[in-house]
């Protein structure tokens, strides 16, 4: 009987543990802490509210678009974009994300600290962007998501409203 005793006890506490330790993880595998934190404040679905680009002459192009970017608990990221006038084809920079005017792209994201995030790119209309990590800069203002490129050649920044 006092085996029983002592192997039901030790199962509790092996148990407890488990517990303890999947309860430090989140559903990506990542450990918890300030990142979940913002991504709370991440998801659910964004409005296209201003999309920026500096043109060569150094002056800013305020883009006539509508877009959605949506953003889930577990991980996974989609975004559309249409201009809604769209202009001949010219890549804003080494990476060309759109094509006739419209950007379609799917995934994963992870939160790398309070400022940037990475997009993991699992599908696009742009097929050259599938595989890529694309690392981006964020701002959290009230109802607002900043996204600008961190990559020093590309001069773009997107604001979304939350719905």
């Known amino acids: 009987m006092k085996k029983l005793f002592s192997l039901g006890i030790a199962s509790l506490f092996v148990a407890m543990a488990a517990m303890t330790l999947s309860s430090g993880q989140n559903r ?3 450990d918890r ?4 934190g913002i991504r709370d404040r991440f998801v659910g679905a964004w409005r296209l509210a201003s999309l920026e680009q500096e043109s060569p002459d150094g002056k800013i192009h305020k883009s006539d678009s509508t ?7 577990d991980g996974h990221m989609s975004v559309q974009v249409m201009d809604r006038n769209p202009q001949p084809q010219t890549p804003a920079g080494p990476e060309q994300y759109s094509q006739g005017g ?3 792209s799917f995934g994963t994201y992870q939160i790398n600290d309070a400022q940037t995030f990475t997009y993991h ?3 696009a209309l742009v097929r ?3 595989g890529k990590d694309l690392p981006r800069a964020f701002e959290l203002s009230g109802k607002q998501l900043i996204v600008r490129s961190t990559r020093p050649d590309e001069h773009w920044r997107v604001i979304w409203e939350r719905f």
């Open 67 to 73: 877009g959605l970017l949506v953003f889930t608990r």
């Open 128 to 130: 050259t962007l599938i």
């Open 121 to 123: 790119v699992a599908g």
């Open 102 to 104: 419209y950007e379609a």
């Open 28 to 30: 990506t595998g990542t």
């Open 33 to 36: 802490g300030e990142n979940d």
